[in-house]
């Protein structure tokens, strides 16, 4: 009579990490549960092809879906119905004021009900930390994920409770906030915690270490310490990262203050990754976290061809992606701003006698405030043009980012376009009304920044103001000088 195939339920499977080990076990020939708040979402992912129609019970290879939520016991009861293995991945990235209590209340509530359904292990994921510091001063997301294995852990359940620092894959936030920030930035000035040793380690070595913990013996019940071959100061992954992927190297220079609520901002400008996101992210950077065992490795060996280094980790989580989107979208845009900037230059001529000799406003700037006003906004537009376009093209939303583009060439020839109407052609009520225009379109190009990340648009709001009180600066020129051309 042959074996029925073992029944495992994975959590988290629309996540990263979660669909990884879900197609990991498809592969292996487990029988695969999940439990998702929409069966249409996991229908939609890549692998959806594997998930059977409801109402039918998955065979080897192929997974179902109950859907429901983690967090209600009936719902957590469904879903662990025979099952012989349960991978707890779940870890939500929010910022309430209860939020580790709300993670280990989840936890308790699926142990509970892992408990009564008789399970025979639970495989979570959770994050290296310090050994030798309280619980209580690690960062809340950090201590969230010991508490949550530490709950899983006396659940009278057998718990594998794995820790690892940064996982390096292509969809691992963790990772694209490195990729992003090597990329986009030759060198930075960051915060201390940046020399920090962290442990990173490959994500397919992760999903490794994730299914082969469902085969440990039944007394086994405990944490383990995984990660790659080498620990790597923040900055140094940076560089190593660039030097990967055939950038060149480089360059921290570490400040000896600056907040974490100050680097997520920086992060949310500089990268598609959201401050809100970043700022969990960055608070587990806080510490070193590194391996201080390896003893998973004895019940279950080492992944095959052994522990991947960094390098070859980075190699194959970039191999789909382009990596020359970032400079060309700087290039390209920095060089429409340039050109726009030329043109005004050429067009404008303060020295002229007809321009001497308008009558002025008395709160007209000094001469020499405009070209500094302008370069400083010039360079601003580019910028977050650039990291804008970037973005929405890193995200696929194509349709956005041609209207992006569009809004910013637009505003490129309204910007070039007032010197032209008020200096070579002396048009003061025609450059008066494109003013006005360009005004508007600041504006508009401020917003469309603001829905790419609030940091960018931001950044981008001075140039609101400036155009604005040039707005007014030309209308008001125009009223003095009513009855010349």
């Known amino acids: 009579m042959t074996e029925t195939a073992r029944l495992a339920l994975v959590t988290g499977a629309t996540g990263y990490i979660g669909g990884q080990v879900a197609q990991e076990l498809l592969q292996r020939g487990w029988r695969v549960r999940l439990l998702s708040r929409s069966a249409e979402k996991v229908r939609g992912l890549p692998w959806g092809d594997a998930v059977v129609p409801d109402g039918q019970s998955a065979e080897p290879g192929r997974a179902e879906?109950?859907?429901?939520?983690?967090?209600?016991?009936?719902?957590?009861?469904?879903?662990?119905k025979d099952v012989d293995v349960a991978w707890y991945l779940l870890h939500s990235m929010g910022d309430s004021e209860n939020f580790v209590q709300e993670e280990v209340e989840m936890a308790e509530t699926f142990a509970r009900a892992a408990h009564d359904a008789?399970?025979?292990?639970?495989?979570?994921l959770g994050g290296l930390h310090p050994t030798d510091e309280p619980v209580e001063q690690l960062s809340d997301h950090l201590r969230s994920r010991v508490e949550v294995g530490q709950a899983l852990m006396d659940s009278g359940v057998p718990t594998a409770a794995l820790q690892t620092g940064v996982v390096i894959g292509d969809e691992s936030s963790s990772f694209i906030m490195i990729r992003h920030l090597s990329e986009r930035l030759p060198g930075a000035i960051a915060p201390k915690w940046v020399r920090n040793r962290i442990q990173p380690i490959a994500v397919a070595d992760v999903v490794h270490y994730l299914a082969g913990a469902a085969d440990l013996p039944s007394d086994v019940n405990r944490t383990f310490d995984v990660g790659g071959p080498d620990a790597i100061e923040y900055a140094d992954m940076l560089d190593q990262y660039a030097r990967a992927v055939g950038k060149g190297g480089r360059f921290i220079v570490t400040a000896p203050v600056t907040t974490a609520e100050l680097a997520a901002y920086w992060i949310g400008l500089a990268t598609p990754i959201s401050s809100r996101l970043a700022r969990p992210l960055i608070g587990s950077l806080q510490h070193d976290t590194v391996l201080h065992e390896r003893d998973l490795d004895d019940y279950i060996g080492a992944p095959e061809g052994g522990h991947t280094s960094f390098a070859d980790a980075v190699r194959a989580a970039v191999k789909n992606e382009d990596l020359g989107r970032w400079r060309r979208v700087f290039l390209t845009t920095a060089g429409a701003v340039a050109a726009t900037a030329v043109?005004?230059?050429?067009?404008?001529?303060?020295?002229?006698?007809?321009?001497?000799?308008?009558?002025?406003?008395?709160?007209?700037?000094?001469?020499?405030?405009?070209?500094?006003?302008?370069?400083?906004?010039?360079?601003?537009?580019?910028?977050?043009g650039a990291l804008s376009i970037a973005d929405l093209g890193e995200k696929e939303q194509e349709k956005e980012k041609r209207a992006y583009i569009a809004a910013l060439g637009t505003n490129l020839v309204l910007n070039a376009g007032w010197s032209i109407l008020f200096f070579h052609r002396k048009q003061l009520t025609a450059s008066s009304v494109e003013s006005v225009l360009l005004t508007l379109s600041s504006a508009d190009l401020v917003r469309r920044s603001a829905k790419v990340s609030p940091e960018k648009g931001a950044v981008l709001s001075p140039y609101v103001g400036w155009t604005a009180f040039a707005a007014v600066l030309s209308s008001t020129i125009r009223a003095l000088n009513r009855r010349r051309k």
């Open 343 to 384: 043109a005004g230059s050429l067009a404008t001529d303060p020295g002229s006698r007809w321009y001497r000799t308008l009558r002025k406003p008395r709160f007209q700037p000094p001469a020499w405030l405009f070209p500094v006003a302008w370069t400083a906004l010039y360079a601003d537009i580019a910028a977050v």
């Open 118 to 124: 008789h399970v025979k292990r639970i495989v979570y």
């Open 65 to 80: 879906v109950v859907e429901g939520d983690a967090s209600d016991a009936s719902d957590v009861a469904r879903a662990l």
